[in-house]
Antibody, heavy 119, light 108 residues
Framework: EVQLVQSGAEVKKPGESLKISCKGS????????IGWVRQMPGKGLEWMGI????????RYSPSFQGQVTISADKSISTAYLQWSSLKASDTAMYYC????????????WGQGTLVTVSS | DIQMTQSPSSLSASVGDRVTITCQAS??????LNWYQQKPGKAPKLLIY???NLETGVPSRFSGSGSGTDFTFTISSLQPEDIATYYC??????????FGPGTKVDIK
């Protein structure tokens, strides 16, 4: 069974750094890209970017370029989303997702990681 | 950047009603358009990919159509479990994705 399991909820202060994770199992981790999606409280879905774990080719949506870093460690089947200096506006639920075979859409999703940034 | 609009932003309908949501892209995206359902507190779920293809396991009352800039998502007979927010999503050849703003569907 394909699973994406995300790290737990985080509470951070503005200016702190953070790295959250998404561990894939039940499939060949390098065969599918992993994408990240932000959902701010009470708001819609925003696509942040994707990474191909096989070669770490990374593509950011323009709104998130330079704001976050997406990375992956294929040896442990884990993708990451990180911030170097959090802002209150980074408070959101973050989801990871991957496509299905032959489908350019997110068919499998993680459970989400809630990040709260507050002083 | 390609911008996506959806209408309506919300709707109320009765059980058994036909529900239609439209999604418009700011430029031609061929059939590079997906539809997701998100229930409160849950991760999104893919319903339709490439404009009109029903994802495996999704009930046949859900359907999608369109190409170019104008797309339609339909629930042929609204069920209580369909209460959710629905999002369209476009993608391009570089695998840059953009979601629409969403349509909240509830029962009248």
């Amino acid at each position: 069974e394909v699973q994406l399991v995300q790290s737990g909820a985080e509470v951070k202060k503005p200016g702190e750094s953070l790295k959250i994770s998404c561990k894939g199992s039940g499939y060949s981790f390098t065969s599918y890209w992993i994408g990240w999606v932000r959902q701010m409280p009470g708001k819609g879905l925003e696509w942040m970017g994707i990474i191909y774990p096989g070669d770490s080719d990374t593509r950011y949506s323009p709104s998130f370029q330079g704001q976050v870093t997406i990375s992956a460690d294929k040896s442990i089947s884990t993708a990451y989303l990180q911030w170097s200096s959090l802002k209150a506006s980074d408070t959101a639920m973050y989801y990871c997702a991957r496509p299905g075979p032959g489908v350019v859409a997110a068919t499998h999703w993680g459970q989400g990681t809630l990040v709260t940034v507050s002083s | 950047d390609i911008q996506m609009t959806q209408s309506p932003s919300s709707l109320s309908a009765s059980v058994g009603d036909r529900v239609t949501i439209t999604c418009q892209a700011s430029q031609d995206i061929s059939n590079y358009l997906n539809w997701y359902q998100q229930k409160p507190g849950k991760a999104p779920k893919l319903l339709i990919y490439d404009a009109s293809n029903l994802e495996t396991g999704v009930p046949s009352r859900f359907s999608g159509s369109g190409s170019g800039t104008d797309f339609t998502f339909t629930i042929s007979s609204l069920q209580p479990e369909d209460i959710a927010t629905y999002y369209c999503q476009q993608y391009d050849n570089l695998l840059l994705f953009t979601f629409g703003p969403g349509t909240k569907v509830d029962i009248k």
